[in-house]
């Protein structure tokens, strides 16, 4: 796959305006015209604002995931909808988002709808010259909101049942024209401390047969977002070597939030994949500056060569207010122009 050097990238998600989570909460008043509007409306202010930042690699940020019915669970059967929060009060952690109860077999005979978010992407960007990323969650990452029960007894089970499922999709994704997709692990990468790290790489080297080879695969391996807050150990030696086999072009790693430890995994990794460094801490509100972004770089390219680097946010941007995503995202743009200009 082709490389561009330091290109300037993000992992998929955009924070919702405030009224699209807003209307999202009165959907009932609104027909289907209306919906696709919506979509094609909320699609394109993340499209703009990727634009404006000047980064290589846009998305749709993921603006038409904001309901169940239109998240990748919502295209699944045989699941029903997690019951209400089981603690509704008290500070924000993972425990307050519920399991959803699967109930029969589960298939997606329509997909899982990322086919439909990239050709709306397509429409509404094809024409900006921006490399076009499109994003879904892998069969482990995805298990995780589904809870066990006598048929699938366990999260293995579970990742088993939903890998030809994200198979299809990125087969369907690579018909459809995608050049670059995403298949987010976070999962993985949380809980490879202490899961079998060789079962992983056979479970995602399985789920991306269908597209490794014929598109861009990338892998975002951070350690969770739940309303800025981590959950997994935040440590990425514990994935290596066997992670060093995944088959794919480009593994994301979370630096900034973790100040830049373990930056030399960096340069094993480049040694056969491209790499992808987040340099935007998501869960901060210090906004990094032009100048702070250049050192990052600088010391990015004391490990790997230019051509292996690309340049990313630590995770998806919706966790973080839009003001401050926006700005972020323009000074990652400038300080990465600031070191291209002095190569
Ligand atoms: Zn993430």
């Known amino acids: 796959m082709e490389s561009q050097p330091l290109r300037t990238s993000v992992i998929g998600s955009y924070p919702f305006p405030g009224w699209l989570e807003f209307s999202a909460q009165h959907l009932s008043s609104f027909g289907s015209a209306d919906l696709s509007e919506?979509?094609?409306d909320a699609a394109t202010v993340a499209i703009q604002d990727q634009i404006a930042a000047g980064l290589d690699v846009i998305t749709d940020g993921e603006q038409t995931r904001f309901d169940f019915n239109l998240s990748f669970y919502g295209f699944i059967e045989g699941i029903t909808l997690e019951p209400a929060s089981p603690r509704r009060f008290g500070p924000p952690a993972h425990d307050q988002r519920g399991k959803h109860e699967i109930t029969g077999e589960l298939r997606a005979p329509r997909g899982l709808g990322a086919v439909e978010e990239f050709q709306r992407l397509k429409r509404l960007a094809g024409?900006?010259?921006k490399r076009l990323k499109v994003s879904v969650p892998g069969p482990y990452t995805l298990s995780g909101r589904l809870a066990p029960n006598t048929q699938y007894p366990d999260r293995y089970a579970i990742t088993q049942a939903?890998?030809?499922i994200v198979r299809q999709e990125i087969a369907d994704l690579v018909a459809a024209?995608?050049?670059e997709i995403c298949v987010d692990e976070p999962s993985m990468s949380c809980y490879g401390f202490r899961e079998d790290t060789r079962r992983f790489v056979d479970l995602f080297n399985r789920t991306v047969e269908s597209g490794y080879g014929r598109a861009r695969i990338c892998t975002h391996l951070c350690f969770g977002n739940f309303k800025g807050h981590p959950v997994g150990y935040r440590k990425y030696a514990p994935l290596f070597p066997a992670f060093f086999d995944l088959h794919c072009d480009e593994i994301h790693v979370e630096m900034a939030n973790r100040e830049?430890?373990?930056?030399?995994?960096i340069g094993e990794i480049a040694k056969r994949t491209d790499v992808a460094v987040g340099i935007i801490d998501v869960k901060s509100y210090y906004i990094e500056t032009?100048?702070?972004i250049a050192e990052a770089v600088k010391a990015c390219l004391k490990y790997a060569p230019a051509e292996r680097l690309v340049f990313a946010p630590d995770c998806g941007l919706s966790q973080t207010a839009r003001w401050a995503a926006r700005q972020k995202l323009a000074n990652m743009v400038a300080g990465v122009q600031l070191v291209r200009q002095s190569l």
């Open 127 to 129: 024409a900006s010259g």
């Open 177 to 179: 024209g995608a050049e």
């Open 38 to 40: 919506m979509q094609d």
């Open 162 to 164: 939903l890998l030809p």
């Open 290 to 292: 032009p100048q702070n």
């Open 260 to 265: 830049y430890a373990e930056l030399e995994i």
